[in-house]
């Protein structure tokens, strides 16, 4: 392929990629309402269109036509970058996912991600560990002392919990000899998946990735109760639409990741449907299917623990973080070194 | 590679005296720190340079090396900038002048 | 003009700017997102100098910890009043000013006096291979496996003593 195609079609996957997460993020948010309200037994937003399908489309329209309030203590220019960060770090970390196998297409061999870095992994990390400032300087610009409050935890909290997910990929990376995504993902083959061979590490990584969202059990920095509304109190419109999103999509993100490194990302577990001798064109649709199914899945889930757990208290959080998962991803290493040594996987 | 390794040398060098103006004249304890960091940010690009242009791996070993020292520098530094700030209510090191109290 | 020359200059222009803001601001946590960036063009660098790992380990060791323990701090302490001890002592600043100057200039001189790019001998091409994970991890686990497992006890010995300083003591 020459220069200009490879840019033309990594130009058309950003922007499908890019639609597909604006779509997903939005009905991610009206799902969301939908199943709270199912769990606490009311009805939730059924107005807008058919049960309310239109709901994220009239919440975007609110946002927009809301007045944007910047308090008076606050700086400017650091208040409005904050929620930039927020959605940089949130977009562009789903450079790296693939969301299926590469294919032909007439006479190109096209990748199903936008970027295939040999060093994918490693790039997740970097850009997760720069998530925090959106965070932090949100919290420090407001001029605020809940959200100064708010910033504060929430930097002590994603510094302690990127420490034991890095140490929890670290097993992935044992395993599959690569820190490319689509090696890891084909090193898991049809059902050996990580999750599976590494159950300790799989569950550290899914709680510090709920630590890493601010989702609860572990929203502190947002805490209602205590903080009003933690770093975002003072953002309004659109500002706080960018935040908004960014936490949704840093949920997908992470619901990718942990797809990804533990559930096999898009194969499907104990068929092998190479061999069934469909069309090509079907084979790689099957996959895809099966990567957003697994997607699907995850996000129930992390929906799912929010409207169960109640909040972690802050002590509580630390202690967890540093005295149980950081010793547990270092014992997973150790179980995936010892797996390897004995049974040379 | 086109470009002639001094310009990557004058980069660091620039960056360096950045770093030691910032420690001679700022008297705020946090920011002579950063100036610090900006030292030894300059001296790994240097590193990463020569590594890079003499196409072996050693250079950049010791960039990783930096970055470790770097890590323990920060982590004890700023514990001693809380410690200070506990006990004196100041981050002027000028005014931290006593070796005891 | 390369691309690798309009990466550099911009990238060197944002480090050479940055560096400058750093240390003439008065607010440190507008000194410490400058830092930031800094080291972000930096990473930059380090990837037009095919050091991947570096670049990487840049963007995760020093903008993703050490800058966020900085933040961290300042925000804790929330140091008031910078503008009265910025502005002090102005002829001290002059001086350090020159000094570092002159030592900019005679570091200039040497660059171009020893012309380093006649000595530097090894092929441009290696160094693509010499940047992966693969070749630094080989030979930091062969080579330099003293050094490797030295910087291991001094970040916990870092660890420890931090913790034994920051730590309240309650009488």
């Known amino acids: ?345 | 590679m086109q470009i002639p390794i001094e310009y990557y040398l004058i980069l660091s060098a620039f960056m360096f005296i950045m770093g030691i103006v910032g420690v001679l004249t700022r008297r705020n304890a946090i920011i002579v720190f950063m100036s610090i960091e900006l030292m030894l940010n300059s001296a790994n690009l240097t590193f990463v340079a020569f590594a890079s242009y003499m196409g072996n791996t050693i250079g950049q070993l010791f960039v990783f090396f930096v970055m470790a020292v770097a890590a323990a520098e920060a982590a004890i530094g700023l514990a001693i900038i809380l410690a200070l700030f506990r006990n004196k209510m100041t981050l002027n090191i000028d005014e931290v002048n006593i070796l005891k109290w | 003009m390369s691309l690798e020359i309009i990466l550099f200059v911009i990238l060197g222009g944002v480090a050479a700017v940055t560096s400058v803001i750093v240390i003439t601001r008065p607010n440190p946590i507008i000194s410490a997102l400058f830092l930031v960036l800094n080291f972000a063009s930096l990473a930059g660098l380090y990837l037009l100098l095919n050091a991947q790992f570096i670049a990487v380990a840049q963007v995760i060791v020093y903008a993703g910890a050490i800058m966020v323990l900085f933040l961290f701090v300042i925000m804790l302490l929330r140091p008031g009043n910078e503008e009265k001890i910025f502005s002090r002592n102005p002829v001290v600043k002059i001086i350090a000013s020159i000094v570092a100057g002159v030592v900019f200039l005679q570091i200039v001189y040497m660059i171009f006096f020893t012309s380093p790019s006649n000595s530097v001998t090894g092929e441009v091409s290696a160094s693509v291979n010499a940047g992966t994970v693969e070749a630094i991890g080989r030979e930091l686990f062969t080579n330099y496996i003293l050094p490797f497992e030295a910087a291991g006890f001094l970040l916990l010995a870092a660890a420890i003593g931090a913790l034994v300083l920051a730590k309240k003591k309650f009488e």
């Open chain 1, 1 to 345: 392929m020459s220069t200009w195609e490879i840019v033309i079609f990594t130009l058309i996957k950003i922007l499908v990629i890019f639609t597909i997460m604006m779509l997903t993020v939005s009905y991610l948010v009206y799902f969301e309402r939908r199943i709270s309200a199912w769990t606490q037994n009311r009805l939730g937003p059924n107005r807008v269109g058919w049960e309310g399908v239109l709901q994220p489309f009239a919440d975007v329209f609110k946002l927009l036509l809301k007045e944007d309030i910047v308090p008076e203590q606050a700086e400017k220019k650091i208040h409005s970058l904050a929620p930039v960060i927020a959605l940089f770090v949130a977009f562009t970390t789903y450079a790296v996912i693939p969301i299926g196998p590469s294919f032909n297409f007439f006479d190109y061999n096209i990748s199903l991600v936008v970027a295939d870095v040999n060093m994918g992994i490693l790039y997740v990390l970097a850009l997760t560990s720069l998530g925090v400032y959106a965070i932090t300087l949100a919290g420090w610009s407001s001029g605020s002392k809940y959200s100064l409050l708010g910033g504060i935890r929430s930097s002590a909290q994603m510094i302690s919990y990127e420490i034991s997910m890095g140490f929890s990929v670290g097993g992935v990376i044992l395993l599959s000899e690569s820190l490319r995504p689509i090696a890891i993902v084909e090193s898991q083959g049809l059902w050996m998946w990580n999750a599976w061979i590494q159950p300790i590490g799989f569950i550290t990584f899914l709680v510090s990735a709920f630590a890493e969202t601010n989702r609860l059990p572990f929203d502190l920095p947002e805490a209602e109760p205590e903080l009003v509304g933690g770093f975002h109190t003072e953002y309004s419109s659109m500002k706080f639409a960018g935040f908004f999103l960014a936490e949704y999509a840093n949920m997908i993100i992470s619901s990718a990741l942990i797809i990804t490194l533990y559930l096999g990302g898009y194969q499907i577990p104990f068929i092998d449907i190479t061999t069934l001798g469909l069309a090509h064109w079907f084979e790689v649709l099957i996959y895809i299917t099966a990567f957003f199914f697994k997607m699907g899945a995850l996000l129930f889930f992390f929906l799912w623990v929010r409207w169960t757990i109640p909040r972690f208290r802050y002590d509580q959080l630390m202690n967890l973080g540093w005295k149980v998962m950081f010793p547990l991803a270092l014992l997973n290493i150790i179980w995936v070194a010892v797996l390897i040594m004995v049974f040379n996987l």
